[in-house]
């Protein structure tokens, strides 16, 4: 269980407060509109209304004392640039913000963001792998240049086994884990046979990927 500070409860940080409730955390929510804040009264531990552009007011939420401070604001960058500067001001030890574009992701990292979420960009890039491949059934970027998906087992594969299809040296991919019945089984030695009941978590470059998918 970690303590987290989050920072803007429009419909992102009020999505992230119900799953952080769901994974057993604690949050005080902070937002300046009252009717928000009381809306996720039931999912919190804690809220306040208070300006966050406001420094004595961002004093008094004691930012270093908590694991995690999430900086959600989308409608209102001035002020997300404000809070993030402020939260680092103030000793916090980690700092998620929320960008739209790559000019706010750069401005935020100077000004005190330990790193940056693209609420819009990841959904834009997880539709578009999703559903524009057909055996795709789940997609994770890891980072911009690395992925993991859930594939289909291809049908040539179903009766082989890693090492004799070469996986890594023919596609230069990994299989990170399989997938039966609901029960994952997670780094499949060499000699893994593949079944036709199975999806496959597969880990790769991008571009090695791409290759194998199509």
């Known amino acids: 269980m970690k303590s987290i500070l989050l920072i803007g409860l429009g419909r992102f940080g009020s999505y992230m407060a119900q799953k952080l409730q769901l994974l057993g955390h604690d949050v005080l929510a902070v937002d300046k509109n009252e009717e928000r804040v009381n809306a996720v009264l039931p999912y919190v531990t804690d809220a306040q209304i208070g300006d966050v552009a406001d420094e004595a007011f961002m004093r008094t939420l004691g930012a270093r004392n908590f694991d995690l401070c999430v900086v959600a604001i989308g409608d209102d960058f001035e002020s997300s640039l404000e809070a993030t500067a402020l939260l680092k001001d103030n000793g916090a030890p980690f700092v998620l913000s929320r960008a739209a574009t790559d000019l706010h992701a750069r401005l935020l990292l100077r000004n005190g963001a330990d790193q940056i979420i693209y609420p819009v960009k990841l959904a834009a890039d997880y539709a578009a792998v999703r559903y524009t491949t057909d055996h795709v059934l789940e997609y994770m970027a890891l980072?911009?240049?690395?992925?993991?998906?859930?594939?289909?087992c291809p049908q040539e594969w179903i009766?082989?086994?890693?090492?004799?299809?070469?996986?890594?040296?023919?596609?230069?991919?990994?299989?990170?884990?399989?997938?039966?019945?609901?029960?994952?089984s997670s780094m499949p030695a060499p000699d893994y046979v593949f079944r036709g009941n199975e999806t496959l978590l597969v880990m790769g470059h991008n571009k090695d990927l791409r290759k194998f998918l199509h």
């Open 143 to 152: 980072s911009e240049d690395y992925s993991l998906c859930e594939v289909s």
């Open 159 to 184: 009766g082989k086994s890693i090492i004799a299809l070469e996986v890594r040296s023919r596609y230069h991919i990994n299989i990170v884990a399989t997938k039966s019945g609901g029960k994952l």
